[in-house]
């Protein structure tokens, strides 16, 4: 029998542990303060040569701004997702049908085996709704500090990700946790954790559950932790991510769809990245070849 949340004595809350989300107003003036900052700093610094420091803080600004500048597009571009959810409980019982047609595990099962640990439950929803951003944070910073060399390759790895997801949820889908008459329960609500009452002036996008951005940065993070790092902890990112494709789906807050989807797109903006980058070095060499030609040519000037 499906566990239903219907009244009863109120469960015994536990806040969440939110990170600090900004409006896309905030971030975009952000990334624009940034941007002035670091145009005056050059202009101030002229022809002299930067030291060390300098350096690494104008590169650290840079991609500050940057990010908050996505980040600001991310969540103005997710608005219209989460006020239209026309068609998202259709397409959401399509996508339970294919599954089922698939044989892949009914994710009421898994819902309905996690709710009832309530300990568990209120753990699962913490890390839903937390580390989500933190560790793609802080694996940003530890491969900016540590691994410069890598960093721009993960980083426009992740950002091309995140925009062909953000195409595909622009297209409503709602998730399990909103269709109490299949039999699914919204876990986090059980225990008073929803994150989607709203953090400061941050609506998530309820009706953006296709693809699972949670599931796609968890397997970029496992990706680049191991095949960057060298220590033998490096696994324990493997962890992460098996464990963010369960308790997305424990918690009713996606569809199995929405993680297979994801890691689809992984490799497709991984396809574009490398195809794009083929083509520029291509570009460059043709250039390179061509220079020599290029300047043995008469002057313009005397022809």
Not at 103 to 117: F, G, R
Not at 211 to 216: C, L, N
Request: glycine fraction near 8%; include cysteine; charge should be positive.
């Amino acid at each position: 029998m499906a566990l239903q949340s219907g009244p009863g004595p109120p469960a015994p809350t536990v806040p969440l542990v939110r990170t600090t989300t900004l409006t896309w107003q905030q971030a975009w003036w952000l990334c624009g303060i940034l941007a002035v900052a670091l145009v005056v700093a050059r202009v101030a610094v002229g022809q002299r040569p930067l030291g060390g420091r300098a350096r690494f803080l104008i590169a650290a600004g840079t991609e500050i701004s940057l990010l908050a500048g996505l980040d600001g597009l991310w969540i103005l571009a997710g608005r219209p997702t989460a006020a239209d959810p026309n068609g998202g409980f259709d397409r959401a019982r399509t996508l339970m049908r294919i599954q089922h047609d698939l044989l892949l595990p009914h994710e009421q099962d898994l819902v309905n085996a996690l709710a009832p640990h309530r300990l568990l439950s209120q753990f699962s929803n913490v890390y839903y709704a937390s580390m989500h951003f933190t560790v793609m944070g802080i694996l940003l910073v530890w491969l900016f500090w540590r691994h410069r060399d890598r960093y721009a390759d993960i980083r426009t790895w992740m950002v091309l990700f995140t925009a062909c997801a953000l195409c595909v949820q622009l297209v409503p889908v709602a998730p399990p946790r909103l269709m109490p008459e299949l039999g699914f329960v919204d876990v986090a609500k059980l225990y008073g954790q929803s994150v989607y009452g709203g953090i400061g002036n941050f609506q998530p996008a309820q009706f953006g559950a296709m693809p699972s951005v949670h599931v796609g940065w968890a397997l970029l993070i496992a990706y680049a932790v191991c095949t960057i790092s060298t220590s033998r902890w490096r696994w324990i990112a493997l962890v992460h991510a098996v464990w963010m494709c369960f308790v997305v789906v424990a918690t009713a807050n996606h569809w199995w769809g929405d993680g297979i989807v994801a890691a689809g797109l992984l490799l497709i903006a991984r396809g574009i990245q490398l195809s794009v980058r083929s083509l520029l070095r291509r570009i460059r060499s043709r250039s390179a070849a061509e220079a020599p030609a290029d300047a043995d040519a008469p002057d313009a000037a005397l022809v």
